[in-house]
């Protein structure tokens, strides 16, 4: 069982910067993807970005350039490093872990809104 916990959203004007943080109870042990998704009013939810635990990286390309996934596996914690911030990227963010013979688990996700 694996209980996700997203923080850092807010408020933000456009150009501004935040980072999301996605803390993982327990070992996510062996083989597995953390990542961010986001759905904003009347969109579906799309991936932003994800990171493998041997540290294969994928972007969305309206993200690509602005924004950064990291994890701390010590710490079982993803972020989100998010600059230049765009309305557009207003949505919530959720987080997500897909782990090997163990399924996928969803964070409650976290509001990011970007004022112009």
């Not at 150009?15 to 062996?30: E, N």
């Not at 083989?31 to 579906?44: I, L, T």
């Not at 799309?46 to 010590?74: C, H, M, P, Q, W």
Request: charge should be positive; glycine fraction near 12%.
């Amino acid at each position: 069982q694996v209980h996700l916990v997203e923080s850092g959203g807010g408020l933000v004007q456009a150009g501004g910067s935040l980072r999301l943080s996605c803390a993982a109870s327990g070992s996510i042990f062996g083989y597995n993807v953390m990542g961010w998704y986001r759905q904003a009013p009347g969109k579906q939810r799309e991936l932003v970005a994800t990171i493998s635990s041997v540290g294969s990286i994928n972007y969305a390309d309206s993200v690509k350039g602005r924004f950064t996934i990291s994890r701390d596996n010590a710490k079982n914690t993803a972020y989100l490093q998010m600059n230049s911030l765009k309305p557009e990227d207003t949505a919530v963010y959720y987080c997500k872990v897909d782990l090997t013979f163990r399924g996928a688990y969803w964070g409650q996700g976290t509001q990011v809104t970007v004022s112009s």
